[in-house]
Each structure stands twice: as structure tokens, then as C-alpha cells.
């Protein structure tokens, strides 16, 4: 009788911690609506940094024609541009799985540890997979298509070969570049944002660490999305470009 009754006692208890742990309505929305905010802030910078980054990328690819293809073919070219917007795509798609998954974490959050990291890990083997497999796919087309040409050639296939796999080394350059725009761009953002929400909240207006009643908050959540989330997955896009073309170059 009194094993059932502690146990039913923790039963109980646990039920208390439980609905104490839920939500209501409002604050589900009031997450929510912060979570579009920060969403839509992390749109809208990398909408600006994205039109310098591809006027950079078009004005450069000229110079890849020149000094790589000598204005012959722009099979060099062709793989630096492919490479620069997939990096670009891949940064959006890491910084979009973060925004979605963010609030998701902190939600979970409120049950225990073990439900936010749940979330929280799943977001980022989403992000890495996602990011790694869209790199080897574009990688794949290019050998692809690089393939007639070096087969049909009239010189020795061996030779065309090693020209091929140089030419398909600007797809890891282009990637690298917009992963430098993104890793210095970001970051710069992210920092400007950190050190100005923490001098008008804590030095001016005396609130705490990522206080709800500081609006800076929100600019500090954008530039920790675009810094380190959307420049990191074009960092890492440019990292597996890179490895993949300087692997090929050094297989042929």
C-alpha cells in the first residue's frame, strides 16, 4: 500500500510538471511570431548581400575566362559560376533550416534536454547531409557533361582527362568565394548586432543577457542565423567543392 501510494504520489507530481511545462495558446503564438521576425530579418540580409555577391561572381567569372580558359570555351567559367550559386543556395538552405528549427528547439526546450537536443540534432544532420549530397550531385553533372568532351577528343584521352579536372577545379573556387562574402559578411553583421544589443541593453537600459524587452535581441538572433548558420553551410559547401575538385586534379 505504500509502494502504490509514493508511486501514485510521483504520478501525480509528474503530471503537475507536465502541464506546468505546456504552453498556451498566446505564448505559442508570441513564439511564433518571433520566430518569423527573426526569419524574416535573416531574409532580407541576405537579399542584400546576395545581389553584391552575384554582381562580384559575374564581374569575376570574366576574369576566370580570361586567365583560365584564355577566352577560348568558358568550360572554367562555367564550373566557377556553377559552383558560386549552389554555395549560394546552400547557404540559404542552412540558414532556412535554422530559423525553422530554432523555435522548434526552444519549444521542446520546455519538456527537458533530451527533446531539445533531439531536435536540435536532427536540424543539423538535416542541414549537413542536405548540403554535403546537393555538393556531390552538381559535382557528379559536371564530370558528366565534361565526359563526351574528352572522349571524342583528338588528342590522348589521358591528357584530355587532366584538362577536364582543372577546368572542373573552378567549381570549387566559385564555391569558396561566396563562402568567404558569407563567413566575413555574416560574421560582421553578427558581431556589430551582438556588441550593439549589449550596449543598449545592459550598459543603458539594465537588462539581462537577451532580455525579451530588448528589441536588439531580435537583430542579435538574425545575425547569429546569417553569420554563423548561412555563411557556415556555404563554408562547408566550399570546404566539400574544394576537397572534391582538388581530389580529382590530383587523381587525373
Request: charged share 15%; with cysteine.
Amino acid at each position: 500500500v505504500r509502494l502504490q501510494a509514493t508511486a501514485g504520489g510521483d504520478y501525480m507530481t509528474l503530471g503537475k510538471e507536465q502541464k506546468s511545462h505546456e504552453l498556451d495558446t498566446t505564448q505559442v503564438q508570441t513564439m511564433l511570431q518571433i520566430g518569423e521576425f527573426i526569419g524574416n530579418g535573416a531574409k532580407s540580409f541576405l537579399k542584400a548581400e546576395y545581389f553584391y555577391v552575384v554582381c562580384f561572381l559575374g564581374a569575376f567569372t570574366f576574369v576566370v575566362w580570361g586567365a583560365c580558359d584564355h577566352f577560348g570555351l568558358p568550360w572554367t567559367s562555367f564550373c566557377f559560376i556553377t559552383g558560386g550559386f549552389t554555395s549560394l543556395v546552400s547557404g540559404y538552405i542552412g540558414m532556412m533550416v535554422a530559423v525553422q528549427s530554432n523555435y522548434r528547439t526552444a519549444f521542446e526546450a520546455r519538456r527537458g534536454l533530451a527533446p531539445a537536443f533531439k531536435v536540435a540534432y536532427r536540424a543539423g544532420c538535416v542541414m549537413g547531409f542536405l548540403l554535403t549530397s546537393l555538393a556531390l550531385l552538381v559535382l557528379i553533372v559536371l564530370v558528366a557533361m565534361f565526359k563526351p568532351s574528352y572522349e571524342h577528343s583528338k588528342t590522348d584521352n589521358f591528357e584530355s582527362l587532366q584538362l577536364a579536372f582543372d577546368q572542373i577545379a573552378g567549381y570549387g573556387l566559385g564555391g569558396s568565394v561566396v563562402a568567404l562574402f558569407g563567413r566575413v559578411g555574416g560574421g560582421i553583421y553578427t558581431k556589430a548586432a551582438d556588441v550593439g544589443a549589449d550596449l543598449v541593453g545592459k550598459v543603458e537600459s539594465g537588462l539581462q543577457e537577451d532580455s525579451p524587452r530588448n528589441p536588439a535581441t531580435i537583430a542579435d538572433n538574425v545575425g547569429d542565423n546569417v553569420g554563423d548558420i548561412a555563411g557556415m553551410g556555404a563554408d562547408l559547401f566550399g570546404s566539400f567543392a574544394e576537397a572534391s575538385s582538388a581530389a580529382l586534379v590530383v587523381l587525373s
